[in-house]
């Protein structure tokens, strides 16, 4: 780039210093002026160049010269952008995601007095706690994104997939108000806080209660928000703020208020259940009208497009396949025995889980034994029902779990999910794909590969930018040879001198012309007024001529013969 920029100065600002003799060795007498204007162009400087198309109105062969120099100060601008250094992603090896076909979940067995107990995955039920009692798990941020929250393998940090279909969970909410009713009744007070550990089913205590129920005029009204009334009551004036209840009753697995209201068509679902609530007890002894949803959890097959970017994962889910089919309830217990009062149930899940897609075709097979889906639900009978309860308007609501005599516990969570002010549809999801990620963390997946992409820098030359270099060379080359004629017309009158400074020396003004001008002050004070109104002109033989002086110094003689004294 410098040296094409020095390529078309060098000869331009030649041209221009030989042009200023010719324009002083003219038949007309020009202002002194124009020898520093000349001069200042003639050394590439842009001022100069701007003075001398000014000076000559751009009818000189030195404008020409002029505008070349000025336009080569955008020369480097276009040099700049020829040579383009894009960085482009190039295919470099494979990236790993995992899915599900066949869910395989393990526990290992325990028994109670010879009986075998169900364990479930403990991982999973962490997770599920974690969601009912607080606000679940939140992804770490990486990026513009976040961390993947499965084990992704991407060496080069930029890898995506094609669309491919995984087992996972998904999930749905609908409004069942329609459900609730108020009433004032004496029922069953399960709910109640701090209940002791002591009761039983049949031994719960009994009370007046005010509030919304389902089946509220059945045999057994459930409340789901509301208070105790009544003197010498215990219980009196404490509230249920918020109850989460299962379709499917987690002690003998039948179904309860005639099963789902919304969800019948699913197929082997995972939990159905429904929850109410308000903010708190002012609400509650307010009588306010609480929200109810029905929320389900369900096996189904994910369509995803997966991408990971420079530690930040991102799939999108774009389409979900459920099996619909009807089918008879598939749990079945039976009742083996008592334990502490407790009764004992032998479970059974009678099918296995199966799910196709109709647009497959492989037909491939997802979904999990029966053993695997009695785990998988079992779950969810630590925290399904639910009871969040205060004692006054004063105390912080507690969530009472484990709706039988040897297990249950009251937590005093930081965050409440199931009262208004939570999303609880968004919620639910979240819970649904926090459990997607864990059948899809274990150690019993495929892997689907994508492609992985590294950086490779390339050179890339856009020939468009060089059109104006290109261009001020032609000109600059035309300009060199309409100078060269130029000198050439000039019938042996110019001398090649160009930028020298050696007929400065050799022709001098006429004295009286060099005493005027000094006893001005215009050399001394940097005047231009004398030098403007000064005109010279450069005669080969005589040299300087300067306008109305008459004396002017000849043109030196090369001596042929030494000086005296000299041998």
């Known amino acids: 780039m410098t040296i094409a920029a020095a390529t078309l100065i060098i000869p331009t600002s030649e041209a221009i210093g030989q042009l200023k003799w010719i324009w002083f060795q003219g038949t007309a007498s020009r202002e002194m002026v124009d020898f520093e204007i000349f001069d200042k162009a003639s050394r590439g ?22 505008i070349l120099t000025l336009l080569m100060l955008a020369i480097d601008t276009f040099f700049q952008q020829v040579i383009e250094l894009p960085e482009i992603w190039i295919l470099q090896g ?34 599920i706690n974690n ?15 976040f961390q993947a929250e499965i084990p992704v393998t991407c060496s080069t940090g930029n890898c995506a997939w094609p669309v491919y279909r995984t087992l996972g969970v998904c999930s749905a909410c609908q409004d069942v108000s329609s459900l609730l009713s108020y009433a004032c009744v004496s029922s069953k007070m399960e709910w109640v806080h701090n209940i002791s550990r002591d009761f039983t089913e049949s031994s719960y205590p009994r009370g007046n209660m005010c509030g919304y129920f389902i089946n509220a005029t059945g045999a057994s009204p459930v409340m789901m928000t509301g208070y105790a009334t009544g003197l010498n009551n215990t219980y009196t004036g404490q509230a249920l703020v918020a109850r989460g209840i299962p379709l499917i009753d987690s002690i003998n697995k039948t179904t309860l208020f005639g099963g789902s209201v919304h969800f019948g068509h699913i197929r082997n679902p995972i939990e159905d259940f429904i929850v109410a609530g308000l903010q708190d007890t002012k609400a509650v002894y307010a009588n306010q009208t609480p929200f ?38 598939p749990w079945k217990t039976a009742l083996v025995g008592d334990l502490d009062e407790d009764p004992v149930y032998d479970y059974i899940y009678a099918e296995n889980v199966s799910i196709r897609v109709p647009t497959d075709p492989e037909q491939i097979n997802y ?4 053993e695997t889906m009695l785990l998988t639900a079992s779950a969810f009978d630590d925290v399904l029902p639910f009871f969040s309860t205060m004692v006054n308007s004063s105390n912080t609501p507690s969530i009472r779990l484990r709706y039988y005599k040897s ?48 950086k490779e820098v390339h050179v890339n ?12 060379l032609v000109v600059s080359l035309l300009f060199l040879v309409s100078t060269i004629v130029r000198v050439c017309r000039a019938d042996g009158d110019a ?24 006893s001005s002050g215009a050399l001394d004070s940097g005047s231009k007024s004398k030098a403007k109104n000064t005109r010279i002109r450069l005669a080969k033989k005589s040299g300087w001529r300067v306008s109305g002086y008459t004396s002017a110094p000849t043109t030196p003689v090369s001596q042929r013969y030494p000086p005296p004294g000299w041998i």
């Open 45 to 66: 400087g842009p001022w100069g160049s701007v003075m001398l198309l000014l000076r000559t109105k751009g009818r000189s062969l030195a404008a020409l010269g002029a």
């Open 94 to 127: 494979k990236g790993y995601v995992p899915m599900v076909i066949q869910l395989k979940q393990q526990a290992p067995l325990s028994y109670s007095n010879g009986i075998e107990n169900i364990e479930t995955n403990k991982e999973l039920t962490a997770l």
């Open 131 to 145: 969601f009912f009692v607080d606000n679940g798990t939140s992804p770490m941020p990486a990026g513009d994104g």
């Open 292 to 329: 109810a949803q029905e929320c389900v959890l369900y096996w189904c097959v994910k369509a995803i497009n997966s991408t990971y970017f420079l530690g930040a994962y991102k799939e999108e889910v774009v389409e979900t396949f459920i099996n619909s089919t009807a089918g008879p309830q």
């Open 367 to 370: 979904g999990m034994t029966n």
């Open 407 to 454: 297990g249950n516990i009251e937590m005093v969570p930081e965050i409440n999910p199931w009262v208004p002010t939570s999303n609880i549809t968004r919620h639910v999801e979240q819970l649904a794909n926090a459990v997607t990620n864990l059948i899809r963390s274990s150690s019993r997946t495929e892997s689907v590969s994508g492609d992985a992409f590294a």
């Open 461 to 472: 030359v856009q020939w468009a930018w060089l059109t104006f270099p290109l261009l001020l």
């Open 495 to 518: 001398d090649i001198w160009k930028n020298s400074a050696m007929p400065i020396l050799v022709y001098s003004l006429p004295k009286d012309a060099q005493q005027a001008l000094v």
